[in-house]
């Protein structure tokens, strides 16, 4: 009898590349005390057992498909508590903001207050459906109103998109209704300029746009660099075929954009449009409006700035805030309040209403649960509270940049202060040690790893944004970890190219997995020939 089949083996040197700490002999199990093994739901179910006791065969509406019928699933059963004992293995191994800091750049992984589930699972907003009678959901409308009203007041623009579902849903939202601007007043324009730093979602949704991509340089300060952006604009009129700037402000390095507006004003002057990605509004939220910038569009990841559960495949939400120029092209449907209460318009409307709207992005009207979610927080902390947020983000990241940049390569240390987050650069490491030995080793002390090698301008970059709600003391012992990692990769031990050594899976070819996933299980051979590997992409 096989007890391990999917073989989690204790650490053994020909898995690494350096010395293995010792870590005590290995179990008959495979169980490390209460980290246990778990195999694949194939490898543990059988096909002829369930924990269903209900006759399929006797069931009157099998026959009612005829030829569509289906012969088998060919799902493996378990009983209840195997089920549940299967998932809740699987739960333990993974790694959590409800579990400890999680210092992922650029995603804002902050505590989800539990107010905001409270409020979402109340019944009113938990049971709506978007097909009922309007007359029947006021309520939601309202709240999505209200929510909108205190973006717009937060961001100073004219009105928001609330459909958007993710903040790369957003962008597109952004860059068709700057076409449909554009388009309307006959002045197609074919180029998106976007900085070198910015996240990769940002040229990705030019190009799906249609636009053509040119980098924007970057100055040694890690800014937008506003003569060659100026030089390339030219002097605008017919002549100029840039379309918009997407600017990400703050920006990935975790600074801050000070020519934010005179950026704007060029982009203004030669007839072009604005977007700024406000994935990072969490460091301004409450001391800087976008509006007073000259931004044309930018979304709101609510599921990073208000903290609605994201990164477990929880849902996004976008909101993109709009400007005079773009107010009429927005999308269907959004809110109206009439004399006595709250109106969808949609297509069937939109015209009559006065409104040039480019479309429609989604099914119906966005992300309720998210929206709820959202609007307590906000409420809940109130304008004095949002401004502290903005403030307790940058406070914390700077904490984390000065308390580390004597044994990390800070690149942009010198020019002041970061905002919510601290790049750190891989210069300095011994001889083959790189970026991914931190990460890994990060994961051995009991953190997830920083963002890695992102943004591109910094040379094996680390990007670490702790986030508002970390404690001092958090932030102590994550410092505390990072500093000796970092000093292993300094020093050149070669036990850090072993890491990670206490997790259930070392090292991992993630780039074979994300090329070739292997997405069905395949019975191995009774003799044992088969390689184990399942069926690729699509097949089965
Ligand atoms: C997270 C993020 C995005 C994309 O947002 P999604 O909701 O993941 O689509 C875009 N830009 C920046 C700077 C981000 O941090």
């Not at 009922?132 to 928001?160: C, F, N, S």
């Not at 004597?406 to 011994?430: K, N």
Request: aromatic share 6%.
């Amino acid at each position: 009898m096989t007890i391990n089949p999917s073989g989690w083996r204790p650490a053994s040197p020909s898995d690494v590349h350096g010395e293995v700490p010792a870590l005590g002999p290995a179990t008959m199990t495979g169980n490390r005390a209460l980290m246990l093994e778990e195999p694949l739901l194939f490898e543990i179910g059988s096909r002829d057992q369930t924990g269903v006791d209900f006759d399929f065969t006797a069931a009157a509406g099998a026959e009612r498909v005829g030829a569509l019928r289906r012969t088998s699933l060919d799902l493996p059963g378990l009983s209840e508590p195997e089920a549940v004992r299967h998932y809740t293995r699987l739960s333990r191994q993974n790694y959590a903001i409800d579990l400890g800091l999680f210092p992922l750049g650029s995603c804002t992984m902050k505590h989800n207050p539990r107010l905001n589930e409270k409020v979402a699972r109340m019944a009113g907003f938990a049971d709506v459906h978007p097909l009922q009678p309007q007359e029947t959901v006021q309520g939601a409308l309202e709240l999505i109103d209200t929510l909108a009203h205190w973006l717009i007041t937060l961001t100073g623009m004219r009105a928001v998109a609330m459909s958007p579902k993710a903040g790369a849903h957003g962008e597109m939202c952004g860059l068709l209704s700057i076409r449909a601007a554009l388009e309307a007043r006959g002045d197609a324009r074919s180029v998106v300029l976007v900085p070198e730093s910015a996240h990769g979602t940002n040229p990705a949704t030019a190009a799906f746009c249609g636009y053509k991509v040119e980098d924007i340089p970057a100055t040694a300060a890690g800014r937008v660099d506003l003569a060659a952006l100026k030089a390339r604009l030219g002097v605008g009129g017919p002549d100029c075929d840039v379309a918009a700037v997407m600017i990400t402000n703050p920006n990935t390095c975790g600074l801050f954009e000070p020519e934010m507006k005179a950026i704007s004003d060029a982009v203004h002057a030669a007839g072009g449009l604005v977007y700024c990605d406000g994935a990072n509004f969490n460091a301004i939220v409450g001391r800087v409006r976008p509006g007073d910038l000259g931004i044309d569009a930018m979304h709101i990841n609510l599921h990073k700035t208000f903290s609605t559960p994201h990164g477990g495949g929880g849902p996004g939400s976008g909101p993109v805030v709009l400007s005079d120029a773009l107010v009429p092209f927005a999308p269907l449907p959004y809110v109206v309040k009439t004399g006595d209460g709250y109106r969808l318009v949609e297509e069937e409307t939109a015209q009559a209403e006065g409104s040039d709207s480019f479309g429609r992005m989604v099914a119906f009207h966005g992300q309720m649960g998210m929206f709820t979610r959202a609007l307590a927080y906000i409420l809940s902390h109130g304008a004095d509270g949002l401004r502290q947020v903005a403030e307790d983000a940058v406070l914390n990241a700077n904490y984390v940049l000065r308390s580390l940049e004597d044994v990390l390569d800070a690149p942009f240390a010198g020019s002041g202060p970061c905002m919510h987050e601290a790049i750190f650069s891989d210069r300095g490491f011994a001889e083959g040690f790189s970026t991914i030995d931190v990460a890994k080793g990060l994961i051995d002390e009991g953190f997830h790893p920083m963002t890695m090698y992102f943004p591109l301008v910094v040379h094996g970059a680390m990007l670490i944004e702790p986030t508002e709600t970390e404690s001092k003391a958090s932030l102590d012992q994550f410092i505390v970890a990072l500093r000796s990692v970092a000093g292993r990769a300094k020093a050149g031990d070669e036990t850090l190219k072993a890491a990670p050594v206490f997790a259930p899976r070392r090292r991992l070819d993630e780039t074979l997995a994300a090329r070739r996933p292997v997405l069905a299980f395949r019975t191995p051979a009774p003799d044992g020939a088969d390689s184990g590997e399942g069926a690729e992409l699509g097949g089965r």
